[in-house]
């Protein structure tokens, strides 16, 4: 799948450079037995700390995908002269995957509370989804970890999202890649299911495509979504400047 995603490079990073339509289109054409892979799909929080923390870069680089998930980061990248991937969102890949499926398709999902996954359920019509939500901490804990990964490998699916947060999902979908067990494609796309669930609301479209969706978000969640808004994910702004800088 690398060598067939035109792939556009942004702070060190090979990021596919596709429409939404066309990375479903790439998606669609994997057969489900293939070998376990997975999609990332990093925002300003994410590019900050990869930045901050190289141990995580290995994370993304070894994930099949790459899609760009912030219009912030594409639209500062134009304004510095840095040519920037196309942008899909993960809760845009998840609603359209989900639209797509039928409702007699596997499908794995690691992450959310039970109430949730029957509200997801519903929402969606799906009536074979394999489910596992780990504890909190579970990445720390050997046993636990271990028992995300084998549930992912036991229930092998077209599609298999996981949505721990990051770079938690990440690191389980790393480790599924590499022990060679797993089949079909994870996407590691954090809250995307909450939406569609109704635990969260997304932004009306005219905020999203002002890119403005991370106010959005924060006015929703300001306790648990300040720091990262309004501390953290504003450096991706020097990161970017630095790229800019940097002889072509």
Avoid at 77 to 87: D, E, I, N, R, S
Avoid at 89 to 113: F, I, N, Q, W, Y
Avoid at 124 to 148: C, S
Avoid at 223 to 242: C, F
Wanted: hydrophobic share 50%.
């Amino acid at each position: 799948m690398r060598s067939e995603a035109p792939l556009r490079r942004l702070l060190e990073l090979d990021f596919a450079d596709l429409p939404l339509q066309g990375v479903l289109a790439l998606l669609a054409e994997r057969p489900a037995e293939a070998p376990f892979g997975y999609v990332v799909t990093p925002n300003a929080d994410h590019l900050v700390r990869v930045a901050r923390d190289p141990a995580l870069r290995p994370l993304y680089d070894a994930a099949m995908l790459r899609l760009l998930d912030s219009r912030v980061v594409a639209r500062l990248a134009g304004v510095m002269g840095l040519a920037a991937p196309a942008v899909v969102p993960g809760s845009d890949l998840t609603a359209a995957l989900m639209d797509a499926l039928p409702a007699d398709e596997p499908v794995t999902v690691l992450g959310l509370a039970p109430a949730a996954l029957e509200r997801l359920a519903a929402r969606t019509g799906l009536r074979r989804i394999a489910h596992h939500n780990p504890p909190m901490g579970f990445d720390r804990d050997p046993a636990q970890f271990e028992a995300a990964v084998r549930f992912i490998e036991d229930h092998p699916a077209r599609y298999s999202f996981l949505a721990v947060g990051s770079p938690r999902q990440e690191r389980v979908a790393q480790a599924v890649a590499e022990r060679g067990k797993g089949r079909g494609v994870g996407l590691c796309i954090g809250a995307s299911l909450l939406f569609l669930t109704g635990e969260e609301r997304r932004a009306p479209l005219a905020v999203q495509r002002a890119g403005m969706e991370w106010a959005w978000r924060l006015m929703q969640d300001p306790k648990r979504l300040a720091r990262r808004y309004l501390v953290d994910s504003p450096a991706i702004i020097a990161l970017l400047r630095r790229e800019a800088k940097r002889p072509r």
